[in-house]
């Protein structure tokens, strides 16, 4: 909110020049954001905080000035309304819901002038943002600068029946705003009318019916305290926010209108001349200052440095808090209602705090157990997971949790499948992510511009419709996950089982590092809609880990990638990541590496191309018996012409034995008894 | 006539001859003028047939130490010869070192990773434990146990997205990484110290310094008496290891729900050391995040009792820090996934 310091100047005989007041008000109250020199005058952009309505006025700031530098402040002149006639002769004020308007304080005064209003008043106004109107309406809204309460001022010529009402709008009620604006109102939004229509949208614009113009002569000065909540949701429903809305939405001193009433009768009779007729004021229920005890000792024991009983009295007092009750160790306050932010001891020592200054308290080492931090385990395996990924090439990317409508539909994502914002920022961003996938296939597209070739994980949250179940962490309807993906992107299209056989070796050894030995790849894939339109049919595996099932790989439908315009090879793997890691296990032990030669003998064979090749692998190793340690595949070739169904696949074997070197005879028989086990087979052929 | 003068003679005469090899050449010709099939040395054996009996034996012997001798001699240098001829070989070769390496491709981690790892690596140097929570949240956890009322203004400090209602359900996604303060205090009794590195979303415009969805990192330490003055010390600790820099930091006076005393965290601007520059928008500080005492009513909605435990919150832009540690322009990048930019870390 803007403040011009010359104005704050006029409420002391002395202040330090706009710089110091400036950084005053920041290190004590409130960020100063901006200050813009304005002629002989510095405009400041002060950020007023949410608790603190009562500072959205040169007042409030004032007095806050007056804490910081104790200093007295000036107060303004304001108009003596005591021994007024009260409302009944000439105008009657009806209050509908006295929760939604608490107080109504109205006077009518009689033979105003409306005219421009003097230079010093124009300017003030312009200094602080709004446009001059007319003399009268410049005074009112000079008072609401001033004092922070909104006041409005209707023709009283133009109040019909000289009925003041105060009410929910009806649903269809429409209205023309001064600005000639037409609104179209609901039960929600509150309205001053009188007996025939309404005269402005209560708390937040003036109508046009009531309006001041040249010709008025009385006038009805309106001075009222609404309910925050109902300002706050119809301003937000009519998009409409005003200077008067922001004061009321923050939550006003109902105790405020006869002090801004005092203070535009005083202006307006400066201004305008005229003279008070007669007083409304409304207020059924009276809100009083309340009273916090205030012990010393909490003082220094939440800021942690002492500050002396006779400083923190001067600080209260300097804020306006009246001391009732001086005791040894403790005090007892009266707080004025206009300060509804103070209602905890706690209350009182951040406002000691601030005005003894912040950088008055020096860093001190809290006291701390000296016990060991304890391990999360399962933070500690995440970010193991996150070396070991990049330690394979791999890099991290971080996508957006959100999925578009348009990903929803090339997807094929059903609604149930999906958790849907209630306000997505745009159709771009409209349902949380059910899987890492659709945005890693984003992430490929965008990457392939620049580079042919890349490997890319993440690892994140995914979400799904729970229905009325509780996740983990007790939010009912939302299954929330971590889940982790890997993603390999080729322009050169190699041999399609080359990039599975590596995607599915980085996968083992991935799960080796993890300890997790007994894992297996399923070719028998759940029947889901979605699987079904990202993956390759034949290219996917599910992995399981004996029974459950804990990831997917393999290659993307070449059909959604052209759908997509994504012109290479993508793999994918993605895990159930916490899964993964219960299931991990970071104890591994040494086996022994042996002291004798391993001995290496290669074996081609042709078997049938539906003979699954870990059959293959697991004949010959049951063939050879204990002295095989290891079987490496190092060559497929399946053309069509010259093996007629039939694919030929070349092992290497190594033998090795723990306690002998193997002679050559031992190893020729072995290979004769593998080649004699592998061509008993129906249709296996070793060739030779 | 053999004599043993003439064998001396023809020994001096070698040493003084071998002196003289300066190549392969050289040292083939000296063996072939002592050694080969006409050599000295060839001919004297030759000569040994025609000497009496008794001198045959000692003659003989002689003959074959100095053949060895001459022989290891030779070996010796044309060891020399061949050393030399290599380095010389090696001289002689033109290489190019200013010739490109190979691009190797390796794996990165993302910048925002790689901060938050230095992070709790600095916090839990004090003591701290890295701790995890939900994305999404219910309204009760995200709000109202963090002391912001229904329908209050304050909450306005934090434009929500919502999820479409489910069965009655409000949720919401978290606005800030603050509900992990409860749910961690709903399940541990003080002393508690941690840290919730997380990310958390706002529905807001976006520009260089802001996203709809980003990093933050929540603190908090509740113990007895944990009071501001120690919050400061943690703060400065904190900043002073991770910026391995002696930055000073200022706590201003601010208004958050969930903590009273609240307060803004500045640190003194790095570019200008706080003498004020465009970074810093002539300020000197530079605003990083807010901080306070937590709340009585927080702890209270978290089972504890205010009377027995006090101590202090904070949460900073995880995204903020990561921007100054490596002078990153825009956050935009931060969910770009684009390889250009995360290849540099």
């Not at chain 1, 001349?273 to 409304?280: H, K, L």
């Not at chain 1, 009246?322 to 001891?345: A, G, M, N, W």
């Not at chain 1, 059959?615 to 060559?635: A, N, P, T, W, Y």
């Not at chain 2, 140097?125 to 146990?145: A, K, L």
Request: hydrophobic share 40%; aromatic share 10%; glycine share 6%.
């Amino acid at each position: 909110m803007k403040f011009s310091y010359n104005w704050l100047k006029e409420y002391f005989d002395k202040i330090p020049d706009y710089k110091k007041v400036v950084d005053l008000i920041t290190n004590h109250a409130f960020e100063v954001e901006e200050v813009k020199k304005q002629g002989s005058d510095y405009i400041l952009d002060i950020k007023i905080l949410a608790n603190r309505p009562d500072c959205f006025s040169y007042l409030g700031i004032a007095k806050e000035l007056s804490a910081i530098l104790n200093k007295k402040i000036k107060l303004p002149v304001a108009e003596n309304l005591t021994g007024i006639k009260k409302q009944g002769k000439s105008f009657n004020v009806e209050v509908k819901d006295k929760k939604l308007c608490p107080r109504y304080t109205a006077i009518l005064m009689k033979g105003v002038r409306v005219k421009e209003s003097p230079k010093w008043l124009r300017q003030k106004l312009e200094a602080s943002g709004l446009n001059s109107i007319n003399n009268i309406v410049d005074a009112a809204n000079y008072a609401m600068l001033e004092t922070g309460q909104p006041l409005h001022v209707f023709d009283f010529a133009k109040i019909g029946d000289k009925n003041i009402i105060v009410r929910k709008a009806k649903k269809g009620e429409q209205i023309t705003t001064l600005d000639d604006n037409k609104f179209v109102l609901d039960e929600n939004i509150l309205v001053i009318a009188d007996s025939k229509d309404s005269l402005a949208i209560a708390g937040i614009k003036g109508g046009k019916k009531a309006e001041i113009t040249e010709k008025t002569k009385d006038i009805l000065i309106e001075s009222a305290n609404f309910q925050q909540l109902v300002i706050r949701k119809g301003s937000q429903k009519l998009a409409l926010r005003t200077d008067s809305s922001l004061r009321f939405e923050h939550g006003l001193d109902p105790n405020l209108t006869l002090e801004g009433m005092k203070r535009v009768v005083f202006l307006i009779k400066e201004v305008a001349g005229g003279a008070v007729e007669e007083i409304a004021d409304f207020y059924p229920a009276p809100i009083k200052n309340w009273k916090i005890k205030l012990n010393f000792k909490k003082v220094e024991k939440i800021l942690g440095i002492a500050i002396s009983i006779q400083e923190i009295i001067k600080i209260l007092q300097g804020l306006g808090l009246k001391i009732i009750k001086k005791e040894k160790d403790s005090v007892l306050i009266e707080v004025p209602t206009l300060r509804k932010d103070l209602l905890l001891q706690e209350d009182l020592v951040e406002e000691i705090c601030r005005i003894y200054g912040v950088e008055k308290i020096l860093a001190k080492e809290p006291m701390i157990h000296a016990k060991p931090v304890d391990t999360n385990e399962s933070n500690y395996l995440e970010e193991k997971i996150r070396d070991f990924l990049k330690e394979l090439k791999f890099s991290e990317v971080f996508n957006y949790s959100f999925i578009s409508q348009t990903q929803k539909n090339i997807l094929k994502y059903s609604n149930h499948s999906l958790v849907e914002l209630e306000n997505p920022l745009s159709s771009e961003f409209q349902y949380l992510r059910p899987s890492l996938i659709p945005n890693f296939l984003d992430s490929a597209k965008k990457n392939l511009r620049y580079f042919d070739k890349f490997q890319i994980f993440e690892i994140g949250k995914i979400f799904s419709p729970n229905g009325r179940k509780k996740s983990i962490y007790d939010v009912q309807g939302i299954e929330e996950k971590k889940s982790m993906a890997f993603l390999m992107a080729d322009k050169n299209k190699k041999m399609e089982l080359d990039d599975f056989r590596f995607l599915k070796g980085i996968t083992e050894t991935f799960l080796q590092e993890l300890g997790i030995a007994d894992s297996w790849f399923d070719d028998v894939v759940p029947l889901i809609q979605e699987r079904i339109i990202f993956w390759h049919p034949k290219r996917l595996a599910t992995i399981k880990i004996q029974d459950k099932t804990i990831g997917q790989i393999g290659e993307a439908n070449p059909a959604l990638l052209k759908n997509l315009n994504i012109d290479a090879n993508i793999m994918v793997a993605e895990f159930d990541l916490e899964e993964l890691i219960k299931i991990s296990r970071e104890e591994r032990t040494f086996s022994s590496i042996s002291a004798f030669p391993s001995v290496v003998r290669d074996i081609s064979i042709l078997v049938p191309l539906e003979v699954k090749i870990d059959e293959v692998v697991r004949k010959i190793d049951q063939l050879g018996g204990k002295l095989i340690s290891d079987i490496e595949l190092f060559d497929i070739y399946s053309e069509e012409e010259l093996f007629k169904g039939k694919q030929s696949l070349a092992f290497r074997i190594i033998f090795q034995s723990e306690n002998k070197t193997l002679s050559s005879e031992e190893i020729d028989n072995l290979m004769k008894n593998i080649i004699m086990g592998l061509e008993k087979q129906k249709d296996w052929q070793v060739r030779k | 006539m053999l004599s043993e003068k003439e064998l001396e003679g023809i020994s001096e005469q070698f040493k003084k001859e071998i002196e003289k090899i300066d190549s392969e050449k050289t040292l083939n010709e000296i063996f072939n003028r002592y050694l080969g099939k006409k050599g000295e040395i060839t001919c004297f054996f030759g000569l040994i047939k025609d000497l009496p009996p008794k001198d045959k034996q000692k003659f003989g012997a002689k003959l074959n130490t100095l053949k060895k001798d001459f022989l290891e001699i030779l070996e010796k240098e044309s060891e020399k010869i061949k050393e030399k001829f290599n380095s010389e070989k090696l001289e002689k070769e033109s290489f190019d070192v200013s010739a490109p390496g190979h691009k190797i491709t390796k794996g990165h981690l993302h910048p925002v990773t790689l901060v938050r790892r230095e992070v709790e690596q600095i916090f839990r140097g004090m003591g701290f434990e890295s701790i995890e929570g939900p994305e999404v949240e219910t309204e009760w956890y995200n709000f109202d146990s963090l002391n912001v009322p229904k329908d209050h203004p304050a909450r306005d400090m934090w434009d929500t997205f919502w999820i479409k209602d489910n069965n009655g359900q409000k949720n919401l996604l978290r606005t800030h990484t603050s509900p992990v303060q409860v749910r961690y205090m709903e399940k541990h009794l003080p002393p508690i110290k941690i840290i919730v590195p997380g990310r958390a979303y706002r529905h807001e415009a976006t520009d260089a310094s802001h996203e709809f969805q980003f990093h933050q990192v929540e603190g908090l330490m509740i113990d007895e008496n944990i009071n501001v003055a120690n919050l400061k010390a943690i703060l400065l600790n904190f900043f002073r290891k991770f910026f391995k820099k002696d930055v000073e930091i200022r706590l201003r006076p601010s208004f958050f729900p969930f903590t009273e005393p609240s307060f803004e965290i500045d640190i003194s601007c790095m570019v200008c050391e706080g003498k004020g520059c465009s970074a810093c928008k002539k300020t000197g500080w530079v605003e990083l995040g807010g901080a306070g005492i937590v709340h009585p009513n927080v702890l209270k909605a978290s089972g504890l009792n205010p009377k027995l435990w006090q101590g202090f919150a904070f949460g900073m832009g995880m995204d903020r820090l990561v921007m100054m540690k490596y002078k990153i322009n825009h956050i935009k990048w931060f969910n770009s996934s684009d390889l250009r930019f995360l290849k540099q870390f």
